[in-house]
């Protein structure tokens, strides 16, 4: 087994295409998590132009790639999965039954440890290293729309009831509807981005476009098109004017959702709810098997999920210093964050504290 390291721009286009191919064979393999447009090389190359200490570790055997596995680094020695913070899915792409050591992995690309929360669940390398498991919710689409909607129906059947009836009177009251599955315009994705800070700043959250770096990946990705990998805008319109729309990142049979957001002139009409019913009539038109609505508790998930993939967040360390210090560090905020969302009695009330700061801190 030979390990070399590499900048994203320095990866040959055999290379690239190794990746891809790895990509598309493990989803017919049912490694359905590795196609994640996340994991593709297109990501992996936005992520390099937008943010220093960006590399791919490529591990051959017998000459030929076996394993691709993109990271961030700090000159310490500090590794981070590739975007952590903004990106849904992580770890290395791999043939199947590939395996090997991982501090031996971490060794050859100069990491003391390497912090991943959103591992995927796969055979690989780090496979028994993660702390803790979470669920991402997933919609099937890939026997049609009008399938998904009937089993929406059968197991949800006010909810499907009340938001297509928001959906027509929103249609009636602000205008006739149309949906637009892969919109180009590049100042509705401001619009888009734009509504998802004040959501943010509204509910008490960290802001993340206020990072420049992550408005630049956005923006590259928009501009990604590749059969493999492509950013895809779905804009919800009444008449002329976006109401809801939301940006993700498709590969050939995964559509990753990422930033959801709307009007918040229009919320009792939950553009938001009826965006995301188009969106799983457009995806299972484009030949999409499953949306993934990634990590999190959110009410909106589990109304329209069809089931659930799992993804995990923890370490991988060497025996450094750099090591004991960082995970010393990062550990307990993690703990607690997570015993809260995972408890109800906990997650409302910070939930609504989070609320009440973000209307302080916006003067309403």
Partial sequence: MDIAVYRPGELTAADRAAWTAMQSKAHLEGAEALSNPFLSPEFT?????CRRGVRVAVVREGGEPAAFFPYQRTSLGVGRALGLG???CQG????????????????????AVWEFDHLVHSDGPFAAVAAAHFASPVIDVDRGYEPYLAELRARSPKFTKTTLAKE??????AGSLRYVHDERDPAVLRTLMEWKSAQYRRTGRSDRFAHPWITRLVEQLFHTRSPSAAGILSVLYAGDRPVAAHFGLRSER???????AYDPAFAKYSPGLVLHLRMAEGA???GI???DLGRGPKEYKDSLRTRDLFVSEGWVTRRHPVASVHRARRAPARAVRNAVVARPELFGPADKLLKRIGKIRSGK
């Avoid at 027509?168 to 009251?173: A, N, S, V």
């Fill in 284 to 286: 299972a038109g484009d």
């Fill in 254 to 260: 995964i559509l990753a959702c990422w930033f959801p």
């Fill in 86 to 88: 903004v990106s849904d």
């Fill in 289 to 291: 098997a499953h949306l």
């Fill in 168 to 173: 027509r009177r929103l249609g009636r009251d």
């Fill in 92 to 111: 290395p792409v791999h043939r199947s039954g590939f395996d090997c050591d991982p501090v031996e992995l971490l060794d050859a690309c100069g990491l």
């Fill in 45 to 49: 190359l936005a992520a390099g132009r």
